[in-house]
């Protein structure tokens, strides 16, 4: 009998001699996976983006084609209203901004989640991969104006993604080749070089670098820069209509004051333009049909060779909260609205003009509110310079007194007359009222709400505003006192905000409440009821607490 040894015989505890015992296969830990999660969806969307660039910089794919701007432009479509109404009021203009982050972090959960998946079920993964594909792939097909092709950069980048995700589950369940060498390493696949440890963080590596800068590179293909080009290149009209207004006789000297005009880069900014659209002078055309006479096509050029106006003429967006500063000034230089609809002729019967934006955005516009005289402009030109991308270049809509989401069609490229009756658009759809003239409205600049002032003369200041109205005063009350007049300053025309100042002689101590209101030229008094921007704008009346200082 052979010996034994602690009961178990020699040939079960120890191997034969001259070779080692293989060590477990190693497997990537949760870090390493969710790190591969990121690194593949990385690259799915840097190839995907630099794909699409290259397409729609030769004109070949349309803006659609993108993934991330096709889901981004797709989740604004679905957000509920209360969520967008919620954006806006939180971040104002840079509600964009924060759906950017709240979008790069789901991508993020998304992709660790698809990381740890490919650590324990790479079908699985690839199952949910692909069905994450489907997905953006109905999101870029359902935009306005896309086609099969559009597909072309989703479906590269994925196919780069899922690669990606096959070698690294293939380099994470073999053993670590840094480990002790097998008795006969020929006999096992294992230990083939570039797998293991080693290997899988030698190819994340790899996927990281390709990936940002496949997306580097999209953003330096000439697309954006053609459109730059395209905006210096510019010759501006004389316009042959102009108010010739002298700002500084229009302003009040206040300090804190917002200005009398504001500058393009400071004008408010609310669209549904996930990604600003890029488009040259050269690309843009306009087309005017439906209930017309006849259907025509504008080019830029022919833009330019109409007669040129230039107004100061004031925008408010309809998610303006009472007291907000969703509102700005500016010098617009375009062509009137009517003449260029005259050239094709609006048929009796037509009551609304359906503008559509390069993105697919549409808007209802009443009709009579483009050809009852009004200024209402095709305009190309803000401030003295071309329109700034992000505000409409090359040409968008500005018609005044109606809040924006019913006039102010950025990047505009087709206006089709038609009725009421028939159609309607993204923000009417969405139970916003289609009739939405801008209501009458003031505001307090200065002092600042919860203000520590002084004892003595303090200057009560803000803006006032009653599109294609006009105002007749602005008032302020002082805790219940009586409503006092305030001094406005010069008016630039019915179509443009006006300062008011009122002088505030602070002599009690104490937390005051101070609030104003505005009168319009027909003399209708701003209302104090209560209600919210939904369906078609606020009122109330701003107010400010402050405390005079003992």
């Known amino acids: 009998m052979g010996q034994r040894t602690s009961g178990v015989t020699t040939s079960e505890q120890v191997p034969p001699a001259g070779t080692t015992a293989a060590p477990a296969p190693w497997r990537a830990g949760w870090l390493g996976s969710a790190l591969g999660g990121i690194v593949a969806v990385v690259l799915t969307l840097g190839v995907a983006e630099l794909i699409s660039t290259l397409g729609r910089w030769m004109g070949l794919l349309g803006a659609s084609s993108s993934p991330f701007v096709a889901l981004g432009q797709t989740f604004i479509q679905f957000t509920p209203e209360w969520l967008k109404e919620l954006a806006i009021r939180t971040f104002g203009e840079h509600d964009k901004d924060a759906l950017t982050g709240g979008m790069a972090l789901t991508l993020l959960i998304v992709a660790i989640g698809i990381g740890l998946l490919n650590r324990r079920s790479p079908r699985l993964a690839l199952g949910v991969t692909a069905l994450l594909v489907l997905v953006a792939g109905a999101a870029v097909v359902s ?52 797998t293991g440890r080693r290997g899988f963080f030698r190819l994340v590596g790899i996927g990281a670098v390709i990936g940002v800068a496949a997306g580097s590179l999209a953003r330096l293909v000439p697309s954006a820069a053609e459109v730059a080009d395209s905006r210096r290149r510019i010759s501006l009209p004389t316009p042959t209509d102009d108010q010739n207004i002298d700002v500084d006789a229009l302003t009040l000297d206040v300090a804190g004051l917002t200005p009398f005009v504001t500058a393009s880069s400071d004008f408010y900014r609310v669209d549904t333009a996930f990604t600003v659209p890029n488009l040259t002078t050269d690309e843009w055309s306009l087309r005017i049909h439906g209930a017309v006479d006849r259907e025509i096509t504008i080019s830029f050029d022919d833009l330019l060779a109409m007669p040129a106006v230039q107004r100061m003429i004031t925008l408010t967006c309809v998610s303006n909260e009472v007291g907000g500063k969703l509102a700005g000034n500016a010098r617009w230089l375009g062509v009137r609205l009517a003449d260029v609809l005259a050239m094709a002729g609006p048929q009796d019967g037509a009551d609304c003009l359906l503008s559509t934006s390069v993105d697919g955005f549409t808007v209802t516009t009443p009709l009579a509110a483009v050809t009852d005289g009004r200024d209402a402009l095709l305009a190309y030109a803000m401030n003295g310079e071309p329109l700034l991308v992000e505000h409409g270049f090359p040409v968008r809509m500005v018609v005044p007194g109606l809040y924006g989401y019913v006039s102010a069609t950025k990047w505009v490229v087709d206006l089709e007359v038609t009725r009421f009756a028939d159609v309607t658009a993204y923000w009417t759809e969405r139970g916003w009222a289609p009739q939405a003239p801008i209501k009458t409205a003031s505001r307090i600049d200065v002092p600042a709400g919860f203000a520590q002032l002084t004892a003595g003369s303090v200057a009560v200041a803000g803006m006032a505003w009653a599109q294609h109205r006009g105002l007749r005063a602005v008032q302020v009350q002082i805790d219940d006192g009586p409503w006092q007049d305030a001094t406005l300053s010069g008016e630039a025309g019915i179509d443009t905000w006006r300062q008011w100042s009122y002088p505030w002689t602070a002599t009690e101590p104490g937390i005051h409440t101070i609030r104003c209101r505005a009168i319009d030229a027909d003399g209708t008094v701003q209302t104090d009821a209560v209600q919210g921007v939904m369906p078609d704008g606020s009122t109330g009346l701003d107010s400010r607490q402050v405390t005079v200082k003992a």
């Open 143 to 194: 935009r306005p104006g896309a086609d099969v092709l559009d597909l072309l950069p989703l479906v590269v980048g994925a196919i780069a993604g899922v690669t990606f995700l096959i070698l690294l589950a293939r380099r994470s369940l073999v053993r670590d080749p840094d480990s002790a060498p097998l008795a006969d390493p020929s006999s096992t696949p294992s230990s083939t070089p570039g």
